[in-house]
């Protein structure tokens, strides 16, 4: 394809396609923040910004892989359920694949821009009656069902896709610092990414290229009202107990059962990390601290800020760590609740005396 051996098909070694159906997605900025690492109190802190990708999330990485080997398998109907990011870059990629996209959302919880992008991408939207859980089981069943190709993070094509977000942070933290991050802290829903960095840094050991001792410690980060991994983590359960009912501001991650959590909890526990839960309420903070660096989150984003704040407050994190937090949306993605947390505009008249006298009140 045009794009070829950049982004994410640069790691196509790593991958299981030597090119995929793309729109350049991938290497995303690696952001400084040393107002925010100051004030968190960490030796290093650096944000990888995956709303930098095309349709604005992590999701074109693993739906540049998913999409490819649906092509290649002939499929026609694309499918998935979603929180509204995997249905953006679904119904983005699938058409450039040329097939027909089909996307389940639960209805009233999809924010704006997200509907947007999958409705002008041509997707066929079923808005469903429950929430994301309900969708999943139900696109599932369709799959099983011979109905429709699923995009789902259970996809393991996806995931290989995903790997990259890992690859690009080590090289990232070697490039600027001559050494990996000790964490990476990242949002949880589904539980597809950290599933997926932690097989990214398996094979990476396997290979030699990493000391099992230096794969970063992989912690995620869940909003108080869906947060059965952080619940698995600290009853140290094996098992992840389904939410049926889940509630936060952060739609993307409203996610009752983290369907990946067989392959995400031995990730969490084997690199020494941990799972916490953090309030709306932290989690518009996060996303106004990481404005104030100008860097814009949609709030699920920003829940991995909010994540880090609390462990190193509760001493988890400890002030000599280096750390990459995900930031896996753009604030486009979710308009109304950035403006909710941003200022609100001013009214003024029409002239420049009637301006000057609002400024200088
Ligand atoms: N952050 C954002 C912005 C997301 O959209 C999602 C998942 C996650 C974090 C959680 O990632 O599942 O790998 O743990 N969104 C899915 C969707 C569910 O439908 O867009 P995970």
Redesign the pocket.
């Known amino acids: 394809d045009d794009f070829s051996g950049t982004g994410v098909w640069r790691y196509a070694d790593a991958l299981p396609l030597e090119e995929g159906v793309t729109t350049q997605e991938g290497d995303t900025p690696l952001y400084r923040v040393p107002r925010l690492e100051t004030d968190i109190g960490v030796e290093a802190l650096r944000i990888k910004h995956e709303g930098m990708n095309p349709t604005g999330?992590f999701?074109d990485r693993g739906m540049t892989v998913g999409v490819a080997v649906a092509r290649e398998l002939g499929v026609d109907r694309l499918a998935?359920?979603?929180?509204?990011?995997?249905?953006a870059a679904l119904a983005a990629y699938g058409s450039r694949g040329g097939m027909e996209t089909l996307v389940l959302l639960p209805a009233g919880k999809v924010a704006a821009g997200k509907i947007a992008q999958a409705s002008l991408h041509g997707a066929r939207i079923l808005e469903v009656d429950g929430n994301?859980d309900r969708c999943l089981d139900i696109v599932q069943e369709l799959a099983a069902r011979g109905e429709v190709y699923l995009l789902n993070?259970l996809n393991p094509f996806r995931l290989e896709g995903q790997k990259t977000i890992g690859l690009e942070i080590l090289e990232g933290f070697r490039d600027d610092y001559g050494t990996w991050p000790d964490r990476i802290v990242l949002?949880?829903?589904?539980?597809?990414?950290?599933s997926a960095l932690y097989k990214a840094f398996r094979e990476l050991v396997q290979a030699g290229e990493l000391a099992p001792e230096e794969v970063p410690k992989l912690t995620g980060v869940q909003a108080e009202g869906a947060a059965p991994m952080v619940e698995a983590v600290e009853n140290g359960a094996d098992e992840v107990r389904r939410w049926e009912s889940v509630e936060t501001k952060a739609t993307?991650?409203r996610?009752g059962n983290?369907v990946n959590a067989p392959k995400a909890l031995p990730g969490i526990r084997e690199t020494g990390g941990t799972a916490i839960a953090v309030s709306d309420e932290e989690i518009t903070t996060a996303q106004r601290d990481l404005a104030e660096e100008g860097i814009g989150v949609?709030p699920?984003?920003a829940a991995s800020v909010a994540g880090l704040r609390k462990l190193r407050e509760q001493g988890v994190v400890s002030s000599d760590e280096r750390v990459a937090c995900l930031t896996?949306?753009h604030l486009l993605k979710d308009p109304d609740a950035a403006a909710a947390a941003g200022r609100d505009p001013e009214p003024v008249p029409a002239d420049t005396d009637g301006v000057l006298e609002v400024l200088h009140e």
């Open positions: 999330s999701k998935c359920a979603s929180t509204g990011n995997t249905s994301f993070s949002p949880v829903g589904n539980a597809g990414n950290t993307a991650i996610i983290p949609e699920a984003s896996t949306g």
